[in-house]
């Protein structure tokens, strides 16, 4: 499973618009092909492992801490918990599924995709479950969000990183593929073909 053209032509576009390094013309190393580096980061996808296995307790805890704590709640505050556990539910198995696969199989958008719901979505949301005291934080709540915090800044960090290498990677790629095409089909010099053309004007008009 993908995802939809449409928005993988978007995420692309946005990521050669974000990471894109201007001042790299071609490979980092003489001799360095790009088809045969590898962008895959490492540290990223053991951050992807162990949030996959932390992600359940986490959850487990944050809805046992709902549960307990939900009687003494406001009704605002209840609405806007239950609605953030199933947010955050939904689209933590999506971005890990988009980190997962993007990471291993070096995909552009969805590494975009994975690196704007951290950013935007998911970040945003532990601050909130981690700062705003009207929520009546738990010492167990406070622990798992600032670790969950801490994965989802560090894999920000991290695929930002990633993306910028992968971006430039496919960039170096097709510039050699454009090389290797003037290689194969060279265009004829200009210089050379005004000399031909002065030269059979001249041969054409003969002796006066």
Not at 157 to 172: D, Q, S, Y
Request: glycine fraction near 4%; aromatic fraction near 14%; charge should be neutral.
């Amino acid at each position: 499973m993908s995802l939809p053209e449409p928005l993988r032509r978007r995420l692309g576009s946005f990521s050669r618009t974000v990471f894109t390094d201007s001042h790299r013309t071609g490979p980092q190393y003489p001799g360095d092909r790009a088809g045969n580096e590898i962008v895959s980061s490492l540290p990223l996808q053991m951050s992807l492992y162990f949030n996959v296995y932390f992600f359940p307790f986490w959850w487990l805890s944050t809805v046992v801490m709902l549960h307990l704590k939900y009687p003494v709640l406001s009704d605002y505050y209840k609405f806007i918990l239950v609605t953030i556990v199933i947010l955050v539910s939904l689209i933590e198995v999506i971005r890990l599924y988009l980190g997962y696969m993007a990471n291993l199989q070096e995909k552009v958008p969805e590494l975009a995709g994975f690196w704007l719901l951290s950013l935007l979505l998911q970040l945003p949301i532990i601050l909130f479950l981690l700062f705003n005291e009207g929520l009546k934080i738990q010492p167990l709540e406070r622990a798992v969000h600032i670790v969950f915090a801490l994965f989802l800044t560090f894999q920000v960090i991290v695929a930002f990183v990633t993306l910028k290498r992968m971006v430039n990677k496919l960039a170096t790629h097709f510039r050699l593929n454009e090389f290797d095409q003037l290689e194969e089909h060279p265009v004829p010099d200009f210089y050379s073909l005004g000399k031909e053309e002065r030269a059979v004007s001249m041969a054409g008009r003969g002796p006066c």
